[in-house]
């Protein structure tokens, strides 16, 4: 049996104006639809509001009254003054019910009349209800009135929400890349889709960069592809959180601290639960100590409070030493109190003095040498130096003190805690046995001959095949020829620039010098000696060979085959080579057909190889493996060496290929010559340093020689004695013993001979070229100092 409850909604509001009558009843009929709505709505069912009145305040000018059952379903509507019968008629039915028990038909009956009733009165009738009637409900049931809420302020403006930010798209967190290929890019909360913005392209974005001057805070939201316009509050909030800073400005960093816990520990017990009977008992730890313990008694280690107390007394007595030291003692056999002295250091002298006597301060000359042995400090007279101070007040902090304490730390750390025996060993007997200089006879001892005619330093010296005459290039513009035998120079050869190299042909059947000056290369014919080989060679320069062979483009523009002009050719010169870059060092081969020439400054051009009989050159390597410094050709193989500033790479030009690659391990390769067998190589580098190379052995220097105090300039071997040589900044020339023997099993023999120090130092250069004789034991070398000189 169901009942039937009204449950009275009131709706007040003041009266619509007259001026708008048609307006307001619209209004009536939309908002009595949509509360209609609300109320069949299941979703909104609200079990609190059965059989109470509650009075809501809407756009509407009445009271509306609802009917529902128990189970509060909506079942009409009514005017106020039925709703008041039919909630009487429905007390008189409840107590009919409850006294006298009614049949079930009888109260259908009724719900069906006062059903019919409400249907029938679902109108309004009156604009205004009466007072009294209002009181009369308000007396039988509490009405809950809702306060209206102001439109003007946020509707969550005090309540504490966690779901601020702006959540349109309600596809939830999935990539968004998903929706790449639609037009829209998510759904909003009426299940409607979300039309992507139109996308411009980049010069769009480039023209709004430059006329919108909010661009550099507008972002793109991912959710939505909508721009969002950045506020200040939210860029100073974003250059907080990238400072690393609290993102809360008010936030104090530095409050004072607020101590939740005490610090002081308290005796708390944390369960009230009885000790078990192991913690009455000691534990094996405490038994294995008290067991050492009253073992270290029972051996006498451990002394009793008695003993101790015995041993005092007898301190507190008379004393009694020993008159004479016996080495019977056992600690003293163990060496346990004979530590490792400290080695004595030197007593200060005047130098050390803050203010040393004026003969103790270095002058400019001093003060330079001694900068300049910072490498080789043990060879410095004193190892710093004097200062002079007005007072001690005035001298500074010890500028090595944390460096030195560092060494002493180090010093103590390693230092062995135990005495050795010393090693006496002879200095002489870690020498290699050498054999005597005098055995290694001959070699050049002493200086012969000066040649003097140059104005400015001397560059480079060749010597002619058979020995008579001497080739010389300087930096005043001159190429000279020496008679060797007397010193004499029988010709002078201007050219329009600095002479950087000159080298003879060593074919002895023909009469050509190669002089490098700027980047021109000259092939001149010194006229001296036999005329019919001087005739010859001009015949074999004079004629050019017709080329069938087309030569590319890149060679064409590094280098250019001409005749000499006619004023040159007055001179000596026969063939003008000219190259783009200018040239640093020529070299021939050892037949004498080809020559190859080094521009550090051409890049992948900077080595060319040239053939004189064909008058054709050749650029042998496409890309350069670094900065070429020197080349050279191997004396009987077809082999190319190639210098760079810190390796040296061994070519074969028949195969075209790489066969090794050496490693010198220095900063700056100066120059090169290879033993006349073609099996050992010396090279000479800036780093004061001569390095030996066994070519069959190992890509590595066999042995590297520190003979040189500067920078080595020059290199030389012999043709035919066991000879070589060096030239270095130092104005000295070295002359060594190399011997190569035959049987790979036996390394070569080096033993230092002679230092040939006569040159004169000008402006830090020395000895800048050496070259020896091709039959006598004879060396040749040119300086800084304008001569060339021949030591025999």
């Not at 061994?650 to 075209?656: A, E, P, R, T």
């Not at 020689?705 to 300039?713: F, I």
Request: glycine residues 4%.
């Amino acid at each position: 049996m169901t009942k039937k409850r009204t449950v009275k909604r009131k709706v007040k509001e003041p009266e619509p104006t007259k001026e708008q009558p048609s307006v307001s009843e619209q209004s009536e009929n939309e908002e009595d639809e949509d509360l209609l709505q609300a109320v069949k709505d299941p979703g909104e069912d609200t079990t609190d509001d059965e059989g109470i009145d509650q009075e809501y305040q809407s756009d509407s000018s009445e009271d509306l009254e609802f009917e529902s059952d128990e189970e509060g379903n909506y079942l009409g509507r009514k005017v106020s003054n039925e709703a008041e019968e039919g909630e009487d008629d429905q007390d008189e039915d409840d107590d009919e019910d409850e006294d006298e028990g009614e049949d079930e038909d009888d109260d259908s009956d009724d719900d069906s009349e006062e059903s019919d009733a409400n249907e029938a009165s679902a109108t309004p009738k009156d604009d205004q209800p009466s007072s009294s009637k209002a009181a009369a409900a308000q007396t039988k049931e509490p009405i809950i009135q809702i306060i209206p809420r102001d439109p003007s302020k946020p509707e969550y403006e005090e309540s504490d929400t966690s779901d601020e930010e702006d959540i349109r798209n309600t596809v939830g967190n999935i990539p968004m890349h998903w929706y790449d290929e639609y037009k829209h890019i998510g759904y909003d909360w009426d299940a409607k889709k979300i039309i992507k913005p139109p996308k411009g392209d980049q010069i769009d974005d480039f023209l709004r960069k430059i006329e919108d001057p909010n661009f550099w805070r507008t972002v793109k939201d991912p959710m939505t592809g909508q721009e969002v316009l950045l506020t200040d509050e939210d860029i100073a909030l974003i250059k907080r959180v990238n400072s690393s800073r609290i993102p809360n400005p008010e936030h104090d960093e530095y409050a004072p601290w607020i101590e939740w816990f005490t610090s002081e520990v308290e005796k708390m017990p944390i369960k009230n639960v009885p000790d078990h009977k192991r913690s009455f008992l000691p534990s094996v730890s405490e038994k294995k100590k008290v067991s050492r313990m009253v073992h270290a008694l029972k051996m006498g280690w451990m002394k009793t409070t008695e003993e101790v107390e015995r041993e005092k007394q007898q301190k507190r007595g008379p004393k009694f030493y020993m008159l004479w030291e016996t080495d019977t003692g056992r600690e003293h056999m163990r060496r346990i109190h004979d530590p490792v002295s400290a080695p004595k250091r030197d007593l200060p002298g005047h130098a050390e003095s803050y203010n040393p006597p004026p003969e103790y301060l270095f002058d400019e000359k001093e003060t330079k040498e001694w900068l300049k042995l910072k490498d080789e400090p043990h060879k410095r007279k004193l190892h710093f130096m004097p200062q002079k101070y007005k007072s001690l007040r005035a001298v500074p902090a010890y500028s090595r003190y944390l460096r030195e304490r560092f060494l002493r730390c180090l010093d103590l750390y390693l230092c062995p805690r135990a005495k050795r025996v010393k090693l006496n060993i002879d200095a002489e007997y870690l020498i290699p046995k050498l054999p005597s200089p005098r055995d290694l006879q001959p070699f050049p001892t002493v200086e012969s001959l000066v040649y003097r005619g140059h104005t400015d330093l001397v560059r480079s010296v060749s010597v002619e095949p058979k020995g008579e005459y001497l080739v010389s290039g300087s930096d005043d513009k001159t190429v000279k020829i020496w008679e060797i035998a007397t010193g004499r120079c029988i010709r002078t050869i201007e050219t329009n620039d600095v002479v950087r190299c000159v080298a003879w042909c060593p074919n002895a059947k023909l009469s050509i010098i190669a002089v490098a000056t700027g980047s021109r290369l000259l092939l001149i014919n010194p006229k001296v000696g036999d005329k019919l080989l001087i005739k010859k060679t001009d015949d074999l320069l004079a004629e050019s060979p017709n080329l069938d062979i087309i030569e590319s483009e890149r060679i064409k523009t590094a280098v250019q085959w001409s005749n000499a002009e006619p004023d040159e050719q007055e001179k000596g010169v026969r063939v003008v080579i000219t190259h783009f870059k200018p040239i640093r060092q020529v070299t021939w081969h050892g037949r004498g057909d080809y020559l190859a020439t080094v521009m550090p400054e051409g890049a992948n051009r900077s080595a060319l190889i040239h053939q004189l009989s064909k008058r054709r050159s050749q650029i042998p390597f496409s890309k350069s493996k670094g900065l070429i410094q020197c080349v050279l050709f191997h004396p009987v193989k077809p082999c190319f060496f190639v210098a760079t500033q810190h390796n040296i790479r061994i070519y074969d030009l028949v195969k075209q290929e790489l066969i090794k690659k050496l490693l010198t391990n220095s900063k700056w390769i100066s120059g090169m010559s290879i033993h006349p067998k073609g099996d050992n190589l010396l090279v000479s580098t800036y780093d004061k340093k001569m390095l030996w190379f066994d070519l069959d052995l190992s890509t590595k220097p066999y042995q590297t020689m520190r003979l040189h105090r500067n920078a080595v300039r020059s290199v030389a071997f012999h043709l035919r004695y066991p000879l070589f040589a060096s030239g270095s900044d130092d104005q000295a020339v070295i002359v060594s013993h190399g011997m190569v023997y035959n049987d790979l099993l036996q390394n070569p023999l080096i033993v230092p001979l002679k230092k040939l120090q006569t040159h004169e130092k000008r402006d830090e250069f020395g000895v800048l070229d050496v070259t020896w004789h091709p039959v006598q034991p004879w060396v040749f070398s040119t300086g800084a100092d304008c001569t060339i000189r021949l030591y025999t």
